[in-house]
């Protein structure tokens, strides 16, 4: 069973930066994309960003150019870079993983990330 465990999580205040990891207990070349969603209380879970095998990203309009997704293979490591934070940025964020497109076949437990002054 593949497991995902997800760390860099904190609180912040708005301006702020704050970097997520996410370590696989297998080879990040195993997976066709892993990526990040969040979710803050009373809402959806929604997607933030991935990065697919090739490590071409693509990232959720709210978080474009502010957020920034990167692979370590060697460590079997994804990163979530995260920049002039705001307080509608506060979710637990989700690391997955995904044998196929569109699988989501593993998470990770979630990271707690609050901005606030």
């Known amino acids: 069973q593949v497991q995902l465990v997800e760390s860099g999580g904190g609180f912040v205040q708005p301006g702020g930066s704050l970097r997520l990891s996410c370590a696989a207990s297998?080879?990040?070349?195993?997976?066709?994309?892993m990526g990040w969603y969040r979710q803050a209380p009373g809402k959806q879970r929604e997607l933030v960003a991935y990065?697919?095998?090739?490590?071409?990203?693509v990232y959720a309009r709210l978080v474009k150019d502010r957020f920034f997704i990167s692979r370590n293979n060697a460590k079997n490591i994804v990163y979530l870079q995260m920049n002039s934070l705001k307080p509608e940025d506060t979710a637990v964020y989700y690391c997955?993983?995904?044998?196929?497109?569109?699988?989501?076949?593993?998470w990770g437990p979630g990271t707690q990330v609050t901005v606030s002054s």
């Open positions: 297998e080879s990040t070349f195993d997976f066709v994309t």
């Open positions: 990065i697919d095998r090739g490590a071409s990203a």
């Open positions: 997955y993983a995904e044998r196929d497109w569109g699988t989501r076949d593993y």
